[in-house]
């Protein structure tokens, strides 16, 4: 049996009202790349961010390369040979691709003076590594989120890390993209260098890994050689349960049209775009990373300014085109990045659940707690939220949990018409099918859904018609019977093709 590099031996943590990890063990080996899977809440990030020094264990033991270490910051993690790659990036804006490669290791000519010619070289040396055409003197705030996904990993290799772990690192990233990531892996693999790759997206996952160990509510299930396993049997380690129908699609009869929008144009990712959705409907946007389907979305919800057509809701036109008005007229919006755009992370489930809806909870003009209290508590039980009680912080919740939370905030408003863009990004297969299944209730009750995905079997499973999008146009609408992802990809090279 080949030497572990890395041992984690019954780690424990645990937060407030919340038991986190409860003795797990985690044994990695050189030059393998090992897949960390269970649902939102396993504990995985947990465990990642006591390795990465974020989080302080409550008790257990951490051996690296033979030695026992006490990993006590991120500083120490890094010389020690560990970097990790998060899902939510971390990334100072504001500075260039090269001084977010090199920050807290600059290049220096001398004690007061930086080497910017030097770092300028090593910065482009990493991105081409990467396959990251890119100028690296270019703000980070500029690049698109794939790009900025590829900056991390780059980051990762510039220093030399003996273990990298990357979480979720191809939610952003084209199918081109990923391709020259698992490259990249591989190569790290071939040098000795060990991974942990963290995904949802169980096709990845046995494409990419050696073993797979799973985590369930903060314990162990098993390690299991990837090539041993099938993907039923990791879905029943990872839930306790056999998953039947992940795309439970409800047939409802359709009503009205419910919004309406015609020749929009909002700055250069949203070109002419026309479509409509029925009272009932679930109308799914397709295309590649960048084809302008987040944009359309922030521009009907009034968040991007409007430079032209028209917006029509239930019959009625939006004059004044803000996300006040969409709001009133009954359209919410379940951003791409849910932490950034669609919690605030420092307040409560009930301050989050309620924050849309406030008028509602109002008592002779003063915001009355309990009825805060009544809102928030009946979505935790109607949305089956895991959290200890309505005071926790979202910060402290699991991404599916999170999400649960925008969606409920957006319930609670009454909208008619639910604007769902990346709902199930990082999210695992059986939060994933809770939330499938509440969109087919909410069609059921006649709310008209609209969602974007970049996952084509959810698209083909959950929708009831397929708008294709391509560089900031509609390129194609394809009804239920009609989309295949033959089909898709076809209306989409098509168009790269002509565009060429």
């Known amino acids: 049996m080949e030497a572990n590099l890395l041992e984690m031996r ?16 985690l044994a990695i080996r050189a030059g393998e790349v090992h897949a960390l899977i269970g649902e939102n809440g396993a504990g995985k990030s947990t465990l990642m961010k006591i390795l990465s020094g974020v989080h302080r264990m409550d008790a257990g033991e951490i051996w690296f390369d033979g030695a026992q270490a006490d990993v006590g910051s991120t500083m120490e ?67 698109s989120i794939a790009q900025r996904q590829m900056v991390e990993i780059a980051k990762a290799l510039s220093v030399n890390a003996r273990l990298i772990v990357m979480d979720e690192p ?95 144009n909002a700055g250069p990712s949203v ?62 919006l379940v951003p791409e990045d849910r932490k950034l755009q669609g919690l605030i992370l420092g307040m409560t489930v009930r301050e989050n659940t309620t924050l849309a809806s406030m008028g509602e909870t109002l008592v002779r003009g003063f915001v009355s707690r309990r009825k805060e209290e009544e809102i928030s508590a009946g979505y935790v039980r109607r949305l089956d939220i895991r959290t200890p009680g309505v005071e926790q912080k979202a910060v402290n919740l699991s991404g599916g949990n999170q999400q649960k939370v925008v969606i409920a905030k957006w319930l609670a408003t009454g909208s008619r018409i639910l604007i769902l863009d990346s709902p199930t990004r990082g999210i695992d297969v059986g939060a994933k099918k809770e939330i499938h299944e509440l969109m087919g209730e909410l069609t059921a009750q006649g709310v008209a859904v609209i969602m974007v995905s970049s996952e084509l079997p959810e698209i083909l499973g959950m929708c009831d018609r397929v708008m294709v999008m391509h560089e900031g146009r509609v390129r194609g609408e394809l009804s239920r019977d009609e989309a295949t992802q033959e089909r898709i990809m076809e209306l989409i090279l098509t168009t790269k093709n002509q565009a060429s």
Do not use: W
């Open 271 to 332: 070109k002419d775009v026309s479509f409509y959705v029925r009272e009932g409907e679930i109308l799914g946007f397709a295309g590649l990373v960048g084809a302008g389907r987040s944009e359309t979305m922030r521009a009907v919800f009034g968040v991007d300014p409007m430079e032209s057509g028209a917006i029509t809701v239930l019959g009625k036109t939006l004059s004044h085109h803000s996300p006040s008005e969409a709001i009133a007229s009954g359209i919410g």
């Open 77 to 143: 993690a890094t010389r020690m040979g560990v970097s990790v790659i998060y899902q939510e990036l971390n990334q100072l804006p504001n500075l260039s691709v090269a001084e977010n490669l090199f920050t807290g290791r600059e290049k220096r000519r001398s004690r007061f003076f930086l080497d910017q010619r030097e770092t300028l070289a090593q910065a482009a040396r990493y991105l081409e590594d990467v396959g990251l055409d890119v100028d690296p003197r270019t703000l980070c705030k500029d690049l």
């Open 170 to 264: 191809t939610s952003s990233l084209t199918d081109r993209e990923i391709d020259l990531l698992f490259g990249l892996v591989r190569r790290l693999k071939a040098q000795g260098v060990a991974v942990v790759f963290i995904s949802h997206k169980l096709e990845e996952i046995f494409e990419i890994s050696d073993r797979i160990t799973v985590l369930r509510d903060g314990e162990c299930v098993g390690t299991v050689d990837t090539a041993d396993c099938t993907e039923d049997q990791l879905i029943q380690m990872m839930v306790g349960r056999s998953l039947t129908a992940l795309y439970p699609k409800r047939e409802v009869p359709l009503g009205e049209v419910a919004l309406r929008v015609e020749g929009l």
């Open 10 to 25: 019954d780690i424990r943590k645990s937060f407030p009202g919340v038991q986190a990890l409860r003795g797990v063990n």
